[in-house]
T-cell receptor, first 114, second 113 residues
Framework: DQQVKQNSPSLSVQEGRISILNCDYTNSMFDYFLWYKKYPAEGPTFLISISSIKDKNEDGRFTVFLNKSAKHLSLHIVPSQPGDSAVYFCAASPAYVGTYKYIFGTGTRLKVLA | GAVVSQHPSRVICKSGTSVKIECRSLDFQATTMFWYRQFPKQSLMLMATSNEGSKATYEQGVEKDKFLINHASLTLSTLTVTSAHPEDSSFYIC?????????FGPGTRLLVL
């Protein structure tokens, strides 16, 4: 049973435009959400996170939105750059502090076209 | 940011042998480390939680006798794949918690022939 889902396995976006990656979760106990970027044969790299007490968190070109009632979060990348091409995983955790046990989504492969 | 290393980065072994993978937190102490595995084009699946000085906690469906985890110090956790079989071939990734987030290692590619 996949508790964290990324329904789009791939996404192509033109350089300079906005990339929107979506993630849905089913477990209402999840309280903390993260986005990771991953290149092949490498470990994930942390991008941005959000706790359930917020609905938006912004860091440079990256913004994460959380809709807790819909159990949905999204990552916006503006403007998209070719270097952003990678697989993006959303992850969820049942607590904000004290546990780093993450449940990962299936990933979305983003390709930014020059 | 914090650095987590894994060794080896790639290993090829014969079926039936055991393989040990090390995960080290290089610049911080990690009381808890996590082990994940990733099959091609699939998600990272949590295998177990490694606690320093105590037994690991395994996720449902993960055989604890096959995937031995030892967390002997605050900077080192090891995963031993015992009697490896071709279906154990995968990408194994560890993470260590510290400074408010989890930091991931670069992963170990295991190929069992």
């Amino acid at each position: 049973d996949q508790q964290v889902k990324q329904n789009s396995p791939s996404l192509s976006v033109q350089e300079g435009r906005i990339s929107i990656l979506n993630c849905d979760y089913t477990n209402s106990m999840f309280d903390y959400f993260l986005w990771y970027k991953k290149y092949p044969a490498e470990g994930p790299t942390f991008l941005i996170s959000i706790s359930s007490i917020k609905d938006k968190n912004e860091d440079g070109r990256f913004t994460v939105f959380l809709n807790k009632s819909a159990k949905h979060l999204s990552l916006h990348i503006v403007p998209s750059q070719p270097g952003d091409s990678a697989v993006y995983f959303c992850a969820a955790s049942p607590a904000y502090v004290g546990t780093y046990k993450y449940i990962f989504g299936t990933g979305t492969r983003l390709k930014v076209l020059a | 940011g914090a650095v987590v290393s894994q060794h080896p980065s790639r290993v090829i072994c014969k079926s039936g042998t055991s393989v040990k993978i090390e995960c080290r937190s290089l610049d911080f102490q990690a009381t808890t480390m996590f082990w994940y595995r990733q099959f091609p084009k699939q998600s990272l699946m949590l295998m177990a939680t490694s606690n320093e000085g105590s037994k690991a906690t395994y996720e449902q469906g993960v055989e604890k006798d096959k995937f031995l985890i030892n967390h002997a110090s605050l900077t080192l956790s090891t995963l031993t794949v015992t009697s490896a079989h071709p279906e154990d071939s995968s990408f194994y990734i560890c993470s260590a918690s510290g400074s408010g987030q989890a930091y991931f290692g670069p992963g170990t590619r295991l190929l069992v022939l």
